[in-house]
């Protein structure tokens, strides 16, 4: 099994980034920083195994998952996987475990967000926002 502790390279780091919401300004510094940066705006399975040979670090989203032939793919090389989500099961951690492959994630980014929503959500059923809506809809 490839393990990254038994791969050297003298190569620039290489990034490949299926999140097309990563952050430009985090995209600038990995490039600013000596990174080979590739970024997949649409990325498919098939499109990732194309591009995912001997990267040193992923940025992985939902609904992608990175399974054990992806991570077969990418070679040795490989070192962390950060994904913009709270959760992770879209990610196999055993496989990432088993290889030493660190992960980031980040938990607590929605929790205002949904906090917020469970506010909106309960003033607009005892404000019975949508039968109003429905009324206004039906004589406009």
């Given at each position: 099994m490839a393990n990254a502790k038994n791969?050297?390279?003298?190569?620039?780091?290489k990034v490949l980034i299926i999140e097309p919401t990563t952050p430009r300004s985090g995209i600038d510094y990995l490039k600013e920083h000596g990174?080979?940066?590739?970024?997949?705006?649409?990325?498919?399975?098939?499109?990732?195994?194309?591009?995912?040979a001997d990267v040193d670090a992923l940025f992985w989203a939902p609904p992608l998952k990175l399974t054990k032939p992806v991570l077969d793919a990418a070679g040795c090389n490989m070192k962390t996987v950060a994904t913009l989500s709270a959760g992770y099961n879209h990610i196999d951690?055993?496989?990432?475990?088993?290889?030493?492959?660190?992960?980031?994630?980040?938990?607590?980014?929605?929790?205002a967000a949904v906090a917020d929503l469970g506010v909106v959500l309960a003033l607009a059923?005892?404000?019975?926002?949508?039968?109003?809506?429905?009324?206004?809809e039906k004589y406009v």
């Open positions: 791969c050297t390279t003298n190569k620039p780091p990174c080979q940066v590739i970024q997949l705006e649409k990325a498919t399975e098939e499109e990732v195994l194309k591009h995912i951690i055993d496989e990432l475990k088993k290889r030493g492959i660190k992960l980031g994630n980040t938990p607590r980014v929605l929790d059923a005892a404000r019975r926002l949508h039968e109003g809506r429905l009324k206004i």
